[in-house]
């Protein structure tokens, strides 16, 4: 596989910079252009910056690339495929970085100064890379027509989006290119109406974790408007039902102990990994949102450890219907616990490839830097599938260290090496004299 092809179709006057950018991500070093151009044979500084921050090529089709890609490469084994959605964020600080605000990051578990994007990634088994990302802007970016526009954020994109509606947004743009058998996502998404709706009428299945104050209904709610005098202006139009809803951790309680069942859900270094589980027929209707066809008709999963500790709600539209058998509890499960692979690629991406080492401030260098981060790590994924009959137990890291060490250097010398650390005094020089200026 020839990773530079992906690139010169869509530029061909880029195409160097692309390779070299993509050998700065491989090398042993801090992500950013400074240290990338240090390591990186033939690479120039102010070149390489351009090609991230200036250069006009769009980033969507090295992504659409990659989901061709990865789709193809996963559609020769008989696993079944998942689309997960998983949000990341990082430490940011300054006020100037696209959509940089406080707010909830993950990586940290609490709110802080950051930026979080939004990831689309396909996973199967044990393997997972990102497909698709969308970058999260807070009310307070969208509602500042100017701080958007300095920053370089394209008009159509200066609408503010919730983090589920950025999520469906990906899953229509990819309907047409990926095959995957569901879609998965933490309780941030599946707490989503919106977004389970949207799935529904693409006619996708998916497998959603609920919090555990999500109500659900065990019967049809049937909503109606009641009769009696007409609220404000003289219009009945509240929605109720007479159905009684439950929270999905009390109905927990009242489970008896013959309705769980011990599944495997994964191959783990010490043998088959197990939860209990157990599945209950559902009904979930948002009575916020006040419409009568809102009601949705699902699968309750809920799992446990054996102990009874760490226990997961998730709700699915795969459910028994016109003769058609659903999945069982053990397939459930498994595509509940699958998130964690999408996890581990999110941080393999951070860790091997420095998808957060990046010091740049607009839309456009963001999404350039992030789009090759992804496809770096779909060429690293790519020759672990290939190998894996030769070298069961090649990872990620493994692969980075080949390459590393392949690739040429920049400074073989040391006197070389002293000429690289000049430079960066130069450079940090320079910045120093802008800032007291």
């Not at 997972?128 to 958007?148: G, I, N, S």
């Not at 226990?311 to 659903?326: E, L, P, R, W």
């Not at 990620?396 to 000429?419: V, Y």
Request: glycine share 6%; hydrophobic share 35%.
């Amino acid at each position: 596989m020839c990773i530079r092809d992906r690139f010169t179709v869509y530029r061909r006057d880029n195409s160097p910079q692309f390779r070299l950018y993509l050998s700065g991500l491989f090398h042993e070093c801090k992500h950013n252009i400074e240290r990338m151009d240090e390591r990186t044979a033939e690479s120039k500084y102010q070149q390489l910056h351009h090609f991230i921050s200036e250069s006009p090529w769009s980033y969507k089709p090295v992504l659409q690339s990659v989901a061709q890609d990865l789709s193809a490469l996963f559609g020769r084994r008989a696993e079944p495929i998942g689309l997960i959605i998983d949000e990341s964020g990082h430490r940011k600080s300054g006020s100037k970085s696209v959509g940089v605000s406080r707010q909830y990051l993950g990586s940290i578990g609490k709110t802080d100064n950051g930026q979080v994007g939004v990831f689309a990634a396909l996973s199967q088994g044990d393997d997972a890379a990102m497909v698709d990302v969308r970058l999260y802007l807070p009310k307070e970016w969208t509602d500042d027509k100017k701080r958007c526009d300095k920053a370089g954020i394209p008009s159509e994109e200066q609408a503010f989006k919730t983090k589920p509606r950025l999520a469906l947004d990906m899953i229509e743009d990819t309907a047409d290119i990926l095959n995957y058998d569901w879609i998965g996502g933490d309780a941030a998404y599946g707490d989503s109406t919106e977004l389970r709706l949207g799935i529904a009428d693409l006619g996708k299945k998916f497998v959603l974790d609920v919090r555990g104050n999500q109500y659900v209904y065990l019967d049809h709610p049937k909503p109606y408007i009641p009769d009696g005098p007409a609220g404000q202006g003289g219009v009945k139009n509240t929605y109720k039902t007479d159905k009684q809803d439950f929270m999905v951790r009390d109905l927990l309680k009242a489970l008896p102990a013959s309705q769980w069942r011990t599944c495997t859900f994964r191959q783990g270094t010490k043998g088959g990994m197990t939860r209990q589980a157990t599945c209950l027929d559902v009904f979930i209707w948002n009575k916020r949102r006040n419409k009568k066809e809102d009601v949705e008709a699902l699968r309750l999963i809920i799992s446990r450890e054996e102990d009874g500790s760490e226990v997961k709600f998730s709700v699915t539209n795969d459910i028994h219907q016109d003769g058609y058998q659903a999945p069982c509890e053990s397939k459930l499960l498994f595509r509940q616990m699958q998130r964690y692979w999408v996890e581990r690629a999110i941080q393999d991406c951070k860790d091997t490839l420095g998808m957060t080492d990046y010091q740049v401030r607009t839309w456009r260098a963001w999404h350039h830097h992030i789009a090759l981060t992804i496809m770096a790590l779909h060429y690293m994924l790519e020759q672990k599938v290939v190998h894996e009959e030769q070298i069961p137990l090649l990872s990620c890291p493994d692969i980075k260290f080949f390459l590393a060490m392949n690739l040429p250097r920049k400074a073989s010398t040391e006197e070389q090496a002293w000429e690289l650390v000049l430079k960066r005094h130069q450079l940090r020089q320079k910045d120093l004299n802008r800032y007291q200026t």
